[in-house]
């Protein structure tokens, strides 16, 4: 089982950036799909989530701004950011979950900075 994050990286507040977590070695249609987000001394936060069936949880601090989507054909979650502020700075992971499994990704890093 892996999950891949990517497209993490430095960006100017009120920029944007799309981050994708690529998923193999299990069944990733099945499952619900979150981004968890942790910035330094604070607990992890969960920012979004997408169920199988394509419903949609997003944290208050970020809707209107963030979207969360799947593709299923490339087993691939996405975390479309926009208008970022500087609070979004941390280091984003991708999660699966179904029933009592869950899968962790090893996370990358987003900073918003001028």
């Known amino acids: 089982v892996q999950l891949v994050e990517s497209g993490g990286g430095l960006v100017q507040p009120g920029g944007s950036l799309r981050l994708s977590c690529a998923a193999s070695?299990?069944?990733?249609?099945?499952?619900?799909m979150g981004w968890y987000r942790q910035a330094p001394g604070k607990q992890r936060e969960l920012v979004a989530q997408?169920?199988?069936?394509?419903?949609?949880y997003y944290a208050d601090s970020v809707k209107g701004r963030f979207t969360v989507s799947r593709d299923n054909a490339k087993n691939t979650v996405y975390l479309q950011m926009n208008s970022l502020k500087p609070e979004d700075t941390a280091v984003y992971s991708c999660k699966a979950i179904y029933l009592s499994s869950s899968y962790w990704g090893q996370g990358t890093q987003v900073t918003v900075s001028s």
């Open positions: 070695g299990f069944t990733f249609s099945r499952y619900a």
């Open positions: 997408i169920t199988s069936g394509g419903s949609t």
